[in-house]
């Protein structure tokens, strides 16, 4: 018999501050990841704010400084290695056995968000359930959260 889970719910690293990251040990590779906003370095030319993403094929992690002009950055103009795009506003799935990658995990020609939207992102955080199926979702036999 197939362990009982509940539907998994989507997590997006904008809305995981450091102090508050968002810690991930994988329930099928038990692989543990960390993901927060931002990290903050202090230069002497002062504070640079290094914004986190994660690559929406391969899931590999990387901090930038980069900043778009029209809006608030959420991917990034430079591929992963892999060719992949890194994002920060889609659902964070697992970088090792791409636990909770869904369709969603896709490359998109938009680089920004406006406030509202990045508003929307950060309430849908822990509160929205995934759609199934997603990757390895095979594993588990699902059930509804009967508190909701
Ligand atoms: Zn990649
Ligand atoms: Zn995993």
């Given at each position: ?9 989507k ?33 002497s030319?002062g ?9 929406q094929d391969c ?14 950055t ?10 992949g795009q ?10 090792n ?5 869904s ?5 998109s ?17 822990g ?21 909701n």
């Amino acid at each position: 018999m197939k362990p009982q889970r509940l539907i998994p719910l989507k997590y997006f690293i904008p809305a995981h501050s450091p102090y508050r990251p968002f810690n991930l040990t994988c329930p099928v590779c038990e692989h543990s990841s960390s993901f927060s906003e931002h990290m903050r370095l202090n230069t002497s030319n002062g504070c640079v704010y290094l914004w986190a993403y994660q690559c929406q094929d391969c899931g590999k992690k990387r901090n930038s400084d980069e900043v778009q002009e029209n809006g608030v950055t959420v991917a990034l103009q430079e591929p992963c290695d892999c060719g992949g795009q890194f994002r920060r506003d889609r659902n964070i799935f697992c970088p090792n056995c791409h636990y909770r990658k869904s369709k969603e995990n896709c490359r998109s020609e938009k680089l920004t968000v406006t406030k509202e939207e990045m508003e929307q992102i950060n309430q849908r955080n822990g509160t929205e359930e995934m759609t199934l199926p997603f990757g390895k979702s095979e594993e588990f036999e699902w059930v509804v959260d009967s508190a909701n």
